[in-house]
């Protein structure tokens, strides 16, 4: 695995768990640190299933080069990316270059482009999909929670559709972490997600909006009535290219709190990544005392208490006739905490990239081929999250129920 | 005169306007080009009532011995001090020194202090008045608008009424510059007036409060009902020290907008004076972030519109009955920018002064001691300020009229 965040945290945990599948486990950052800070932190948790291989390296992820020499070091034959997005390509080149499949979990990002032309992936990505199936190279794109389940919740409900009208992904965060204001990621990415075109695909084609200015309350299981407003999200980019018939949308949930506060911080230029200079003299960027000021997102973990429930609303035509389906997951901060030490944000994020991995050395997702997540079947993935910590249920005409009742 | 701010400005322009009888005026401050940019303006708009002396200086006022040589080269004979807050007792020392008359509009402030004890004027000023009796020097302190104007109002008020029971001072500004948000003053200074204790003067002792925890809808002449918060102010501590037996509060009006702004901005610790470390290692105050951000208080004027009204309501018994009184001023924004080139903000606090320094001039208000404004007369301080630009209007059973109708 390449990163040492809070998301990376999550993943060396459960491929901990799941060692007897996975065999050795190595992670890599940039700062070494970290590494052995996680891996300090499983070895607390007597996390390991089996004995076996658990090693930090220092590597810059942004220099394929030092990426693939790494993975030939270390024989890694799965490379799970949960490093910045901005290492997606140079990491992706490696596991081209040395044969190993990769897994990421968000789309590549130029840390100079806020907000690119749709669709995001390709941009990028999607230029290396005919090297990949030339090389038989598996690369599975997007295998978070969202983009990642979320694509195969899609897939999931459209296969028993005989047409798809619409996908609307929902995704709420109906935690509390107790403090006046915090971002559950660096507030410097986290923003990044909604000073941007809001880009969504309706009638066949791409639209627009803003932040903030489209929102609709969605009454969802477990947390009940929220109020979800839509976002740029990098799913609606690839379900958009693969049913282009379908409306798709991607709804992010936000108390009007958080709101208030992200609006007075970007309406007087705060979260502006542009230095200004202080009356003395100094340049700053104002975006980075911001962060400074903000609690940091790790130190949210032990107090955080609440679900979240994170789910797509599929409408189509089934039979000749109108139906819906809404497939989700509902998890846990406080259980998230006790089991990995981390907040459940990360822990929805972390979690499937680990069962992607267990399917590609399973085989059942060793597609030798690029993939987004909705081009592979649903059914192992959901079977192994159900297993490991995420379990995916259905409501729909017929009742709300685990998703193989 | 020193400083050379956005009140200086306006302290120029009108002793300019009144050099017939100030005489020669001298301006000095830290920083000479801005002391000639202010020459500039007064010239541009012909101001000079008759041909004389107007000239720049630089000094640096914390430095007594400065000043003092200062006011011995220019021969002064009248002070009006309307630098910072912290420079008012060194300047008060050269007056005392050379025997010039002393005039200020706030109160000493220590920079390392937010919140001192009340009443603050007997933290640094009183101490001086037995020393300006004996050397027969005339200081006027807080001959702004508030304080200033709004002690003379109360002084007017009470002077009709056999006991007083209450002043209320209400200072609302109701104008519009257009902008999300600003500050009227420098917002260093502007954001210390609302970040200590509220200081009140209740049931014949002090009280606290603090900022924004008790408001009140004011029913005002020309601007309407307008919402006003208790604030600390210093007129509260000299009112109460000369009529100990009325309540005295001072309420400032702030829109919801504003409290938001300021109460997200303080919550985040984004209006801190103590240093933060950024993820680089850079350190940075907050404070000096936000004010880089906002808009340069003195930009506002040329857009700035509406109205200010600031004003005593003044209880009390008169022929065994309860009576009230309401003495105030309206001032217009864009009629102040288009005499002297300033906000209404500065314009109000700017012309009093040199309303007082006229009647220093004159030997009316040449007390030989040191006075807060309500221990002087307050009907020629009318007079001048019906002439300069600041008419007074009282409000009661009777009706609503100027002050000497």
Redesign the interface.
Known sequence: MIGAGGVAQVVAHKCAQNNDVLGEIHIASRTLSKCEAILESVREKGAMKVEGVLKAHQVDAMDTAAVAQLIRDTGAQIVINVGSAFVNMTVLDACIETGAAYIDTAIHEDPAKICETPPWYANYEWKKRDLCAEKGVTAILGAGFDPGVVNAFARFAIDQMDEVKSIDIVDINAGSHGK??ATNFDPEINFREFTGTVYYWEDQQWKETSMFASGKDWDLPVVGTQRAYQSGHDEVHSLSANYPQADVRFWMGFGEHYI??FT??Q????L?EQP?????G?E???L???????PDPSSLAPDYTGKTCIGDLVKGVKDGEEVEMFVYNVADHKEAYEEVGSQGISYTAGVPPVAAAMLVASGEWDAKSMRNVEELDPKPFFTILDEIGLPTRVKDAKGDRPWNA
Chains 1, 2 share one sequence.
């Open positions: 006046y204001f208030n506060v007075v911080l309406s007087l230029g705060l502006s200004v200079k202080t009356a003395e100094l700053v960027v104002p980075k005392v911001v962060k400074a000021v903000l």
